[in-house]
């Protein structure tokens, strides 16, 4: 029965932050403005233990790390905060405050 059927990832959004549009997967967890300031800090982070990463999603949502750079060789100190990011980011679009936000930003 599955045969065929393409596989969507994607989810809907509450319409107060997206005016009942159909977000993807990789706004909820890396675009979206709620989220952005989180991955800002953790770069920021990165940056002062003289980890040098490309500012993408692929590293830190997939890890998929470039491998011109240092950082695969970091990986063990990366990959827990990507982990740890989500995690809150998970957390975040829990929260009943969250719907306040929301309807601030819509």
Same mark, same amino acid.
């Given at each position: &029965?599955?045969?065929?059927?393409?596989?969507?990832?994607?989810?809907?959004?509450?319409?107060?932050?997206?005016?009942?549009?159909?977000?993807t997967?990789?706004?909820?967890?890396? *675009?979206? *403005?709620?989220?952005?300031?989180?991955? *800002?800090?953790?770069?920021?982070?990165?940056?002062?233990?003289?980890?040098?990463? &490309?500012?993408?999603?692929?590293?830190?949502?997939?890890?998929?790390?470039?491998?011109?750079?240092?950082?695969?060789?970091?990986?063990?100190?990366?990959?827990?905060?990507?982990?740890?990011?989500?995690?809150?980011?998970?957390?975040?679009?829990?929260e &009943?405050?969250?719907?306040?936000?929301?309807?601030?930003?819509?």
């Amino acid at each position: &029965p599955m045969k065929g059927r393409k596989l969507s990832l994607s989810l809907q959004l509450e319409p107060s932050h997206h005016k009942g549009k159909w977000g993807t997967l990789l706004h909820c967890w890396w *675009e979206c *403005e709620l989220v952005q300031p989180l991955w *800002e800090t953790v770069w920021r982070f990165l940056k002062e233990l003289k980890i040098d990463l &490309p500012y993408d999603p692929a590293i830190a949502l997939l890890g998929i790390y470039p491998k011109d750079t240092d950082a695969v060789k970091r990986r063990d100190t990366c990959t827990p905060m990507f982990i740890a990011a989500m995690c809150t980011i998970a957390e975040l679009w829990k929260e &009943p405050w969250l719907n306040k936000q929301k309807k601030k930003l819509g």
